[in-house]
């Protein structure tokens, strides 16, 4: 925790030595940059799907695991929709999750539950909250939205295994679980490395190793491996994706509310 | 020359080299003192064979593990619900998302609610933003909230309450950091809420009470104490050089307690810190026979001599009491509890060193007063020689009249019972406790009961049979008058199905498939805020969950004949759900009974040790037998008084038999010796215990009022459990000195002629 606070303090103070408010306008300026040129590199896509397992570890190392297949489809304009389907445990399968993202407000969420036959909205505020039990937000699972943050570049250095990184903070500028996010972004390709996350109170809650990254259609960096340690509860969640497959055709008008009872 | 005599000689002729050799022992002792530790865990009480205490770790590794932090805001009267106070209560739950390490923050202004809206189920926190109108529907909507009338708001909507959860970290000072920074927290809302109280309590700050208590005792009780019994030796035998000594003599033993448990690893805590107060009130008893016999020798001897015949006097005596005190303590290994134990074990060294210090320096320290008529005994010999007239010409009425008594104190025995509390151990002195009793008179009790529920083999908790016999056991539990609420998955889901079936109440009933029950608690879990998840209810696994019913209650009395109800109800009725009823709170309501049971070992053990010490000192089995009578009236007695006046025991009054029984004997020791000594030099039984009350009478009754002095300022302590080691430990030497001077003299003349 101290660690940490003396990080906080040392970006501070580096900042506050910076000779003119010319300078601070430009980590601002190389920060916003980062971030979209970041983002930039993952869109158009066109639609994509993958399988995701998740390992949820407790603080005394107990194991339970959660599967899913998911969707994405790009919209247009920034927008895109995904549909999560679960497959594990068996009593949640065929449960779903459908989002809508558009660029410039906050998504829209419905469930699907299939043995109750109804369809769900689920309202706004639980989106930073935990997701199916687990260390992730449904949030850190996703690309973040550029124009959700303030971004403001920190310094240059390694990330995790050395890799060189741009190191950029994100605050939200509405309301978020977080306070501040830490995001390393390797210099070669911009694809996050590791992200810390900072609590309302600026400590040190979780961080975030994303690995594996593996080209698909000669552009799109995607992870084969998030592992996110929570350090104030010592509990921690594996996430783990296989089966990338881009353009296999989804499309956009079955992700809808509507259309999720179709799903057996 | 008698063995007693040379060692006397012995020890007084090479006194430099043995001062020389106890001062090197004590300097290794001492050598302990930087290692001692205060404790401040409240869970030190139990020991790691207790069953209830192996329930509660396993509860903490199956579900999330956090300390709770309870706050307590009673706004000016009738203002609960205005903008103004509802702006203050916002202010107050983002500042406790700025206490360090929390997890959530519950109050009445987060709580998060859900309602139906068409196809959408709304789930919004009840406060977003301070309006007139806000603030109307705000009450309407909180008082009408189940689960948070009693825990977030007062039933009369008086006053608020808020729920942190915290996960300290393991390491030093964490627990400091936090109540430092909540007690800031709250010197800011009080300088800028005036008219507003403020209260917070939780296992945390007991802790730190725990702590606090064992200072408090350790460093005002305990000089306390042997400034009084100091004072009164003074004042009675009129030595300054006696009392002098004994302070020499009462620092070696208190310097051995504590250097003790310092080299050993002994974790103070509230309940041992106050050991060195036994120690010293003891230490001083013995030194009370040797002084005595020393004032009788200098009425014959010069200094010099009479040191050395009054040494050589009490060496038998004087160790074999002391031995049976060590006995006593020891026997307190007994016991479930660490702590006691623990007190047992460093008292019982101390005695030891204490013993070899009065020996060392006594005698030879007595040496240098040498005034003509040194000291005073107090209370004449031909006093004491009346007194036993008076009691030889009614010896019958002595003689019934205490069985009578101890038939009377059965009665009061069988009115006793257990209230062990971790909020009831301290007084209110402490402000743990005036907080705890605030906010059991504002909102729900303190005291809860958790039942961890297992589903059947090949299930999970989704499981409908498994959730409905849940549900009726929550029924069952609500309709218990001392239970305020029950929290479970059951209740949520009921919720959640009358939620997605548009708010019809019809719904208000548990799923009929185990998968529809997932599903439902999937969707919950997606509308839960940061720090809220399902891991504090529902373990990893999710084949185990557990039930929380909070409770109000006057003693544990209560707790424990609700968990035992409980768990016979469940025996009997759900044959699906198979848990003990466990938490710290039924921890502690069955501390003392487990303890209780471990300590009739302990006392049986004493009792053999000690009848044995006796026949072998005495050397007659009959005289043996006979001293038992007056050992253990003193306790049958004391707890008869306990029972008819103060009524309920606790964990430190388990031990206060076997602990005093070492205590008692002391006196019936020194007055059967006297007696069989005079007896088989041929005296007939009248003149023996006329002669035994002129010689050791006198000791008897000033040894006794320093024991009730001494032990008397442990009452003063603001932890409970010693107060009441305390005033038992008074009520049974009080009765000992009744036994030995009115009970044994008759039981004796009874049995006179068969010797």
Known sequence: ?264 | MTASERIARLILRRNRLWLALLLAVLAGLAAGLPRLEVSSDNRAFFGRENEEYRQLLALDATYADSSGLLFLMVPPEGTAFEPAALEALRRFTDAAWQIPYVLRVDSAANQSVSRAEGDEIIVEPLLEEVTPEAAARFEERLMGLEEAVGRLVAEDGSAYGMSVQVVLPEAEGTTEEVVGHVRAMIEDWRADYPGWEFRVTGGMLGGLTLEQVALDDLLRLVPASAAIVLLLLVFLMRTLVGAAVTLAVVLSGTVATLGFAGWTGVVLTAGTAISPLSVTVLITASSIHVMLSWMRKREAAGPDAAAEEALAENLGAVTVTNLTTAFGFLCLNFSESPPLRDMGNIIAFGLMVGLAATFVMLPAGLRFDRREHAGRIPISAALMERLAGGILRRWRWWLWGFPLAVVVALTGIARIGYDDSIYRYFDDRYEFRRAADAITEKLSGLESMQFSFHAPEGANVFDPEFLRAIDRFSAWLEDQPEVVSVSSIAAILKRLNESMNGGDAAFRTIPDSREANAQLMMFYEFSLPVGMDLTSTIDVSRTQTRLIASLRVADSNETRALADAAEAWLAENEPLLDAPASGLSVAFARLSQRNNQQMLLGLGAVLILISGTMVVTLRSVKYGAISLAPNLVPAVLAFGLWGWTFRDVNLGSTVVTTMTFGIVVDDTVHFLMHYLRRKRAGLDAAAALRDTFSVVGAAIVITTLALMAGFAVMTLSGFVINQHIGALTVFVVGFAVLADLLFLPALLYAFRGKD
């Open chain 1, 1 to 264: 925790m101290h660690l940490t606070r003396r990080v906080l303090l040392t970006g501070a103070a580096a900042a506050a030595l910076v000779p003119s408010a010319v300078a601070a306008q430009s980590a601002r300026e190389k920060g916003e940059r980062i971030a979209r040129e970041a983002a930039a590199r993952t869109e158009g896509y066109g639609d994509l799907s993958a399988t995701g397992e998740m390992i949820l570890k407790s603080a005394g190392g107990q194991t339970s695991t959660r599967r899913f297949d998911v969707k994405w489809v790009e919209t247009g304009g920034g927008a895109s929709r995904s549909l999560l389907v679960f497959n594990w445990p068996g009593d949640i399968r065929n449960t779903a999750l459908l989002t809508h993202s558009y660029e410039g407000r906050s998504d829209d969420q419905w469930l699907w539950l299939p043995s109750l036959n109804k369809v769900r909205r689920i309202s706004s505020s639980g989106r930073s909250g935990s997701f199916v039990g687990s260390e992730f937000a449904y949030e850190d699972m996703t690309d973040q939205e550029v124009e959700e943050f303030t971004h403001t570049w920190v310094q240059d250095g390694a990330g995790p295994g050395g890799i060189a990184c741009h190191i950029v903070d994100r605050r939200p500028k509405s309301a978020s679980g977080y306070s501040l996010q830490r995001v390393w972004f390797d210099r070669q390709h911009l694809r996050v490395q590791q992200v810390q996350y900072f609590d309302r109170r600026g400590a040190h809650l979780k961080t975030l190793r994303v690995s594996g990254y593996r080209l698909y259609q000669g552009r799109f960096w995607r992870a084969g491996r998030m592992d996110m340690q929570n350090h104030l509860t010592g509990k921690a969640t594996t996430l783990t994706w296989s089966n990338y497959r881009f353009d296999t055709g989804v499309n956009p008008n079955v992700l809808t509310p509507n259309a999720l009872k179709r799903i057996r």
